[in-house]
C-alpha cells in the first residue's frame, strides 16, 4: 500500500469523504483503490467492542471482556510496568479481535475531585500520568495496536464539556495541561490523539491550530493522527486547515461536502486536506501491515493478569497498631454491598461488559460474615441494614466496611455535586466504628472522597476502581498474600472548599477559569502548607523502607548537562514489599511564581526484606524549567535547586542542593513602561541607573528624612516602581533623552 500513490489517484470527493467516519467505529474503505475499512474502539482500560450496530452510548452490548483497573488505580501503581504489562494484553486482545485502534489513554488533569470521569485519568500531576501513559501506549503499539491519547486538551470536567471552554494561561497550559500528552507524543510515539470537545481560551480544539499544528506537529514533531470525540466537530473545512484530521462517528451523511465545498471556494487548500488523506492512510496502512490475523486471546489468563494489576495499585492509606494484614483465624466481618457486588468501573464510554466482577465475598467465602450495611444506589439510611450491621460488627474480631462512590455519583456526562460518601455509608462506618475497635475501610471510586470518620477507623485500603476482579485483590491485600505498594496520584483534601478550583469549578455557562493556574493539587497544598487527609504520593506497606547514601555526579551544572542523582532503598522490615521511590525538584530562588516542589522522577523498588537497591535517576533541563512565556519554552533560572528523594510529597527522606545556570538569556525590550526594579535585570541596567541615581535625575531621592517613618522603605519600593516614562514628567529628563535611552539599550 503506498499511501502517496493512493493520494494522488484520490478524486477530490473521495479525500473528503475519507476524513469522516464510516459508521461509530469504522474509517471509510475506498474499494477501488484497495483501501480497507478499520475498526476502532473503546478503552481505555478494557476493549468495548460492539457487535454489529454501534452506538455513543452502549445501548447495544458490547462483547464480553476483561476490565481491567481504572486508570485512577492504575496511576498509584506509580509503576510504569504495571502500564506495559496492560497494554501488552490489551493490544493483543485488540489484534485478535481485529480492532486496529484503542481509544487511550485517557490524559486530562484531576483538577477538581468533582470531574465526573476522573477515574478515567491517571493524576494531578502531569509527569506521573505522561509517564504513565507512555509506557501503556509503548506496549499498546508494540502489538501493532495504535493508541489514541485524550481528550486532547484541557477536558477536565464534564459540565458542558461540549461546547464550554477552559480559559488558562500559558504556563498553567504548558506546564500542567499540556505535558502528559507531550510526554505520550515524544516518548509513547502515539500514532493518534483524540481532540478535545471544549475550546481552549474560545478556540475549540476540533478546529484550534495552535494546538494541533503548531504545539503537535511543528514543536513536537509529531506525525500522530488526529481523530475527534464522537460527535467534537464543529467547522469541518476549518478543522482541515487546524490539522485535524477524522471526523468521528461521520457515518452516510458525512461525505465531506463541505470541504469539496471549501476547497473548490478556496478557503481550503487542497495541500492540507491532503496532509490529513496522508495521515489517514498512513494510519490504515500500519494497521494492515502490523495486523496478525492469527492472533488469538485467553481470556482467564487476561483476569489473573487483572487481579495482579488491581493488587499493584491498591493504596494502603492508614494501618493504625498494624491491624492489617488480618489474619487467617480472625473472625471478620465483611460489610457493605461492595463486598458482595464490588463497584469494578465507572459509567459511560469506557464501561465494559463482563460477564462475572469477583467479589470479595466469594473470594473469602465462608471464612468472613457478611452483613449487606446499606444500598448502593441509595443515599439513605435503611436502619434494618444498618443494624444488623451493627450487631454483626459486635461480634467479629474485626470489622471491614467495603464502602466508595456509587456508579450513580461519578460517570462520564456529568460531574460530582460533592465529595462525600453516600450519607448511608458514612453513618455505617461511624456506627461500626463506634462498636469495633479493629474496623477497616475499604474504598472504592475513582476520585477523593471526604472522611469524616478518620480519626475512629485505624485502617483505610484505597482500591479506587480496581477492574473485575478487584474483589480477590482485595481479599489478597487485606491478608497479606499481596503487600500494598500503592501510592496516591492525587491528594485527598480533607474538605471540598481545600481544592484550589473550588471557587471556579465547573466554571459559568461553559467559561471554565483556571484562576488557580499552575497550583493544581499538591502544588497548591503544599504552597498554602494546607493540611490533607492524605496527600500526593502517599502510600504505606506492611514493611518499611530506609533511604540513605543520596548523591549526585555534580554540584553544578548548567540547563544543557544532566544530573544523575542515585539513592540506596533498603526493606528494613520482615515481608518482601514495593515502594515508589519519588524525586521532587525545589527552586529556592524563583523569581517566578513556582510550587514548593514537583515530581521530576520516580521508580517502583521491589525489596525482599533486608534487601537494598541503588535507584538512580538522571535529570534533564525539564526538571528545573518553567515555562517562560517571554520565550514561549522551557526556561532555567540561575539559581539553588534542591533534589529531594521522598515516600510521598510530604515525607522527604533525603535532599541535595545543586547549583544551577541558565544559558538563556530571556529578550529584554526596554519601553517606556519598563521600571527601575525591572531595569536593574537589564545586562547594561545596574549601569544606567547608577550614572543616573548620580545625575540630577533622582535628586528629589534623598529627602528621604522629611517623609517620616519607614519612608526609606517607601521610597526604596516606590523608586523601583518607577517607569522611565514618569521621568519625563516628573521633568528629570527630556522626551527625547528618554528616546534616545530606550533605544540605546534594546541595541
Ligand atoms: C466519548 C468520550 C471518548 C470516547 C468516545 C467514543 O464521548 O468522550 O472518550 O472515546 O466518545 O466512545
Sequence with gaps: MNVNEILAQMTLEEKA???????????????????????????????????GEGDHLGINKSIETVCYPTAAALASSFDRDVMRQLGDALGQECQAEDVAMLLGPGLNIKRSPLCGRNFEYFSEDPYLAGEMGAAYVQALQGQGIAACAKHFACNDQETLRMSGSSNLDERTLREIYLPAFEAVVKKGKTRSLMCAYNAINGTFCAENKALLTDILRDEWKSDAFVVTDWGAIKDRAKGTAAGLDLEMPGGPNATGEEIVEAVQSGTLSEADLDKAVLRLLQFVKDSVEQRRPDASIDR??????????????????????????????????????FADKPRYQGAG?????????????????????????????????DEVLLNEAI????????????????????????????????????????????????????????????????????????????????????????????????????????RLQDNPSYLNFPGEEGIVTYAEGNYVGYRYYDKKEMPV???????????????????????????????????????????????????????????????????????????????????????????????????????????????????????????????????????????????????????????????????????????????GEGSERMMQGMMMGIQLGALVSYGRISRKQLKELIASLNA
Design 17 to 51: 469523504a475519507f476524513c469522516s467516519g464510516h459508521d461509530f467505529w469504522h474509517t471509510k474503505s475506498i474499494e477501488r483503490l484497495g483501501v480497507p475499512s478499520v475498526m476502532m474502539c473503546d478503552g481505555p482500560h478494557g476493549l468495548r467492542k460492539q457487535e
Design 300 to 337: 482467564d489468563a487476561c483476569r489473573k493478569l487483572a487481579r495482579k494489576l488491581a493488587g499493584e495499585c491498591a493504596v494502603l492509606m492508614k494501618n493504625e497498631g498494624g491491624l492489617l494484614p488480618l489474619k487467617e483465624k480472625q473472625k471478620a466481618a465483611f460489610i457493605g454491598e
Design 349 to 381: 464510554s469506557s464501561h465494559i461488559n463482563v460477564p462475572h466482577a469477583v467479589s470479595a465475598l466469594e473470594t473469602a467465602g465462608d471464612a468472613v460474615l457478611y452483613a449487606r450495611g446499606y444500598d448502593a444506589h441509595s443515599d439513605t439510611t
Design 391 to 494: 450487631d454483626m460488627a459486635k461480634k467479629a474480631e474485626v470489622a471491614v466496611i467495603f464502602a466508595g462512590l456509587p456508579d450513580a455519583f461519578e460517570t462520564e456526562g456529568a460531574d460530582r455535586d460533592h465529595m462525600r460518601l453516600p450519607d448511608n455509608q458514612n453513618e455505617l462506618i461511624a456506627a461500626v466504628a463506634a462498636v469495633n475497635p479493629n474496623t477497616v475501610v475499604v474504598l472504592h471510586g475513582g476520585s477523593p472522597v471526604e472522611l469524616p470518620w478518620l480519626a475512629q477507623v485505624p485502617a483505610v485500603l484505597c482500591v479506587y476502581l480496581g477492574g473485575e476482579q478487584v474483589g480477590a485483590a482485595t481479599v489478597d491485600l487485606l491478608y497479606g498474600k499481596v503487600n500494598p505498594g500503592g501510592h496516591l496520584a492525587e491528594t485527598w483534601p480533607i
Design 533 to 707: 487527609n492524605f496527600c500526593f504520593g502517599h502510600g504505606l506497606s506492611y514493611t518499611r523502607f530506609a533511604y540513605s547514601n543520596l548523591r549526585t555526579d555534580k554540584e553544578k551544572m548548567t540547563d544543557q548537562d544532566t544530573l544523575t542523582v542515585s539513592v540506596d532503598v533498603k526493606n528494613v522490615g520482615s515481608v518482601a514489599g514495593k515502594t515508589a521511590v519519588q524525586l521532587y525538584v525545589r527552586d529556592t530562588e524563583s523569581t517566578v511564581r513556582r510550587p514548593v516542589r514537583e515530581l521530576k522522577a520516580f521508580e517502583k523498588a521491589e525489596l525482599q526484606p533486608g534487601e537494598m537497591k541503588t535507584v538512580t535517576f538522571v535529570l534533564d533541563k525539564r526538571a528545573f524549567a518553567y515555562w517562560e512565556p517571554k520565550c514561549h519554552d522551557f526556561f532555567v533560572e540561575n539559581g539553588e535547586f534542591v533534589v529531594e528523594i521522598g515516600e510521598s510529597s510530604r515525607d522527604i527522606r533525603a535532599s541535595r542542593s545543586v547549583r544551577v545556570e541558565g544559558t538563556v538569556v530571556l529578550p529584554f525590550t526596554v519601553t517606556e513602561n519598563t521600571t527601575i526594579g525591572q531595569l536593574l535585570k537589564h545586562p547594561k541596567g545596574k549601569e544606567i541607573i547608577g550614572n543616573m541615581m548620580r545625575s540630577s535625575a533622582m535628586s528629589h531621592v534623598d529627602q528621604t528624612d522629611t517623609m
